[in-house]
């Protein structure tokens, strides 16, 4: 397809008289399909060119200025505009509709340069206003093409009909559709709802009612080859039909078109301004992002305008990894005559506006470049950075926590809240677009920010949810660790001081981050530490890199083993602390040859000497499985060869010291950590580790 989705609008096409059509192909040039019948051609021609000839550069300027200008607020900022620069307006008669205004004055303005310049600021206006029509896209379950059109066009007809009239939309229903190499376009023509405004008629002075039903023209694209779904209404409770409606028509599954989220920002919160850079598509110089719509848990939506959004975010230190963005406007210089860039208006899932139409596909080319069309589905799971300031349902909070989540709630770690605003169950990627209001003991309205998306009653129940307590956290983290030293109460930062672990002869300082630390934190953190190794725990995945040394923590709830032994090879003590601490988790006998110590479970098994045969069997045992009785004899004890009684003996202390240890700890060991192998054989039963 050549021209833009909303280019083909048919009532908009209708709404201008064929004499005003005829002076802007005179201008512009005429469409090849109707060179040859300029004395008689009707609305429906004209459509029919639109559909299959490539469009002139001007009939594009022309086709923007109709749905740019040719609205209410279009015809206010012409006459502001004209009025701005002090022309005279003797060229725009008054009585005449606002798309039938918008297409003269659009021809007007070639041979005046007066109106040029009134017809640049006017644009401008309606760009920076962002009055364009919006469409929605859907992803399908697959690429599947449309047999049988004419079937299908019918059908739909008859779907959109009955709608409407149960609607209250009347019962006027046109279908047109057409497919062009594997991309099939729907044109629908359709009454709206009665409206009766106070009008005065023509060649009567009383005031009086006029009832009429308008006519609304909606636009819909499938692209076959990828599954693809368009759709730009006026009406937005119309999409959530269309999405069904079409699918039920088309495939005979009114959920087809159910598929992956087409656009998604999570790129920029992860990468930032860089994202916006080097995208490589041709004819596209820089991008940047002049607003953004940022939620951040049920009570917080923050709406941000700038000039370059991500610098201003920098200069006051908004952490833009947290939360969610929902909504943001791009400018993009296109490389052309004109001067003025592109605005795009994303909104996730579904939602693209292009404030120039003819650069539609250019853009679209961008979009998907940077990563925001189209991207591929990111189940990205949830880390406590992101969930800041940690309001959230139940169900994002076990996402996180798991099986400890009752554990926490039982301790008021995570407290019972009432949520402010709430995802709608039909629509969890558009964000929290609920904000709930009560209207009765325990029943609340949600009424929609977006208006894709309609209102709906909620319960009590449906805002539940839990909100994290730092302190309380804190203390818990101190006594799932063993932290028994150091600490304080939580200031409201960014970081819990967890307090002192003692690792050998030596002490880590613990901080644990709630969100990423700010720039310049190390000398503060390094003076609390008073010549302690300080470490912070980074409990998300997009961590960027820390003045200090710190431990990227796959769970909230790290586990003291697997912290130790990180945390002791970021600060550059792996050679100076027992083995114990930087052996791998799933090792259950460690042995330390250097200081002569061994560990079964995490437990120091004492009592063993180095020169012990115990000892000796158990470290041969922990370096070699299986070894031959041999090779045991010869060395724990070389000078004996005629059998085997050294080796069981020593087998037998080694696994006595086990049980023995393990008992003082209170904890029981019935396993029989070095079996035989086979004849004369030896083996370690226990996940080893030496050093």
């Known amino acids: 397809m050549q021209l833009p989705l909303v280019y083909l609008d048919a009532a908009a096409i209708e709404e201008v008289p064929i004499e005003v059509w005829k002076d802007v192909f005179d201008t512009v040039g005429w469409p090849s399909s109707l060179a040859s019948m300029r004395d008689a051609f009707g609305h429906q021609d004209i459509r029919n060119s639109f559909q299959k000839d490539t469009p002139t550069d001007g009939l594009l300027q022309a086709l923007e200025a109709l749905h740019t200008l040719g609205t209410e607020s279009g015809r206010e900022a012409i006459l502001s505009a004209i009025q701005d620069r002090n022309v005279a307006n003797v060229v725009l008669p008054a009585d005449r509709g606002e798309r039938e205004f918008a297409l003269r004055f659009y021809v007007a303005q070639r041979t005046d340069a007066s109106l040029a310049d009134a017809f640049v600021r006017a644009q401008i206006q309606m760009q920076e206003e962002g009055n364009q029509r919006r469409y929605n896209e859907f992803m399908g379950k697959e690429a599947r093409h449309v047999e049988g059109l004419h079937r299908m066009k019918e059908a739909l007809r008859v779907e959109i009909l009955s709608f409407c009239e149960k609607s209250d939309l009347g019962n006027h229903v046109q279908v047109e559709a057409f497919e062009d190499d594997g991309i099939y376009i729907f044109n629908i023509l359709r009454s709206h709802r009665t409206q009766k405004p106070l009008a005065v008629v023509p060649g009567h002075s009383a005031r009086a009612t006029i009832q009429f039903r308008p006519v609304h023209s909606d636009v819909i694209k499938y692209d076959a080859s990828v599954g693809r779904l368009q759709i730009a209404v006026r009406a937005s409770s119309m999409v959530e039909f269309y999405r069904g409606v079409l699918g039920k028509a088309l495939f005979k599954d009114e959920g087809f078109f159910g598929g992956d989220p087409v656009c998604s920002l999570k790129v920029l919160q992860e990468r930032g301004r860089n994202a916006l850079e080097n ?18 848990g049920d009570r917080e939506l923050f709406q941000i305008r700038s000039t370059d959004c991500f610098r201003s975010m920098e200069e006051i230190g908004l952490p833009i990894n947290q939360g969610t963005l929902l909504q943001a406007k791009l400018k993009c210089e296109v490389v052309g005559k004109s001067t003025r860039p592109v605005t795009v208006n994303i909104r996730i899932p579904s939602r693209i506006e292009v404030s120039q139409k003819a650069h539609e596909q250019l853009i679209d080319k961008l979009l998907s470049a940077i990563g925001i069309r189209n991207a591929t589905s990111r ?7 992101a969930l800041s300031p940690w309001r959230h349902p139940i169900h994002v909070w076990r996402s996180l926590f798991r099986a400890d989540l009752d554990k926490l709630v039982r301790e008021r770690i995570l407290v019972p809240i009432q949520l402010v605003s ?16 009560p209207v009765s003991d325990g029943d609340f309205y949600g009424v929609s920010r977006v208006p894709e998306v ?40 960014e970081l819990l001081e967890l307090g002192v672990l003692r690792v050998g002869d030596h002490r880590l300082h613990l901080f644990y981050a709630l969100q990423q630390p700010l720039p310049g934190i190390g000398d503060r ?32 709830l790290p586990t003291r083993r697997s912290l130790i032994r990180q945390a002791v090879f970021k600060c550059g003590l792996d050679e100076c602390v027992p083995a114990i601490h930087i052996a791998p988790e799933e090792a259950r006998l460690v042995v330390d040859t250097k200081l002569g110590k061994v560990w079964v479970d995490g437990v120091e098994i004492v009592g063993l000497q180095t020169d012990s045969h115990a000892f000796q069997l158990i470290e041969l045992l922990a370096q070699k499985s299986p070894v031959s009785a041999d090779e045991v004899i010869a060395k724990i004890s070389p000078g004996r060869q005629d059998d085997t009684t050294a080796a069981r003996q020593a087998k037998s202390q080694a696994k006595q010291a086990i049980v023995t240890a393990m008992a003082a700890v209170g904890r029981t060991f019935d396993e029989d950590p070095f079996p035989t192998a086979g004849r004369k054989l030896y083996r370690c039963a226990l996940a080893p580790f030496v050093r």
């Open 279 to 296: 995208h490589g598509v041709y004819k596209i110089g820089r991008v940047w992002m002049t607003e953004c719509l940022w939620e951040r």
């Open 379 to 385: 189940q990205s799971l949830p880390n406590l950075w």
């Open 422 to 437: 709430v995802q709608h169950p039909d629509h969890p990627d558009e964000g929290r677009v609920l904000e709930a209001h």
């Open 454 to 493: 309609p209102s709906r009653s909620l319960t009590g129940t449906d805002l539940d949810g839990l909100e994290l307590a730092p302190e309380q956290f804190r203390l818990y983290l101190r006594s799932t660790l063993g932290i028994t030293n150091g600490g304080t109460i939580w200031d409201r930062g």
């Open 525 to 556: 953190i390094r003076a609390r530490s008073a010549g302690a190794h300080p470490v912070i725990l980074l409990p998300s995945p997009h961590a960027d890199g820390c003045e200090l040394a710190s431990v990227a923590i796959e769970s909230p």
